[in-house]
């Protein structure tokens, strides 16, 4: 089923207009430098450091697999792998800021460093750990819906020509 999931969304990705894009001239030293104020402000990086467990927990099902053993050991590595992956969040910030540089002029990025200065910004990053736990869990739901749908759909096409029990 996991693997479905995995094939449905590469397929996706594969077709996006994303994978079109064309490199972009380096930003300037004044847009990285307001990207990196931006990523700041926006706390990217501790809200990436509060999703950790999520994704971990995430993850623990297909490393897992149903044996107990390594269930045990999988919860007893797990202080150890979320220090790790705390310690190089900060490469983590460094992507985002050159992201948000090569997609945003300086001034744009000082109109977005103000809004999340604002009383409403400051309640969407508040918020934000919480919206994002529960837009993984709807798309994880989502996900095993849809491959359960286009599962249905692809047996009942075969069926239609005689290509399926």
Do not use: C
């Not at 994978?19 to 001239?25: D, E, H, L, R």
């Not at 286009?150 to 020509?161: A, G, M, P, T």
């Amino acid at each position: 089923m996991r693997h479905a999931i995995i094939a449905v969304f590469a397929a996706l990705l594969a077709v996006s207009p994303l994978s079109a894009q064309t490199p972009q001239p380096a930003p300037s030293a004044e847009t990285l430098a307001a990207a990196r104020e931006l990523i700041s402000v926006m706390r990217a990086t501790d809200q990436f450091k509060a999703l950790l467990p999520t994704i971990m927990q995430g993850l623990k099902p297909a490393v897992v697999q149903g044996r107990p053993d390594v269930e045990k050991q999988f919860d007893a590595i797990m202080p150890i792998i979320l220090e790790g992956a705390r310690q190089r969040v900060n490469e983590l910030g460094d992507t985002l800021a050159d992201i948000y540089a090569r997609n945003f002029s300086a001034d744009e990025l000082h109109d977005l460093i103000a809004f999340y200065q604002t009383p409403t910004g400051q309640k969407l990053l508040q918020q934000q750990p919480a919206v994002a736990r529960e837009s993984m869990a709807a798309g994880r739901q989502w996900g095993q819906q849809l491959v359960a749908a286009l599962r249905q759909q692809i047996n009942d096409e075969l069926r239609k020509h005689g290509d399926a029990n």
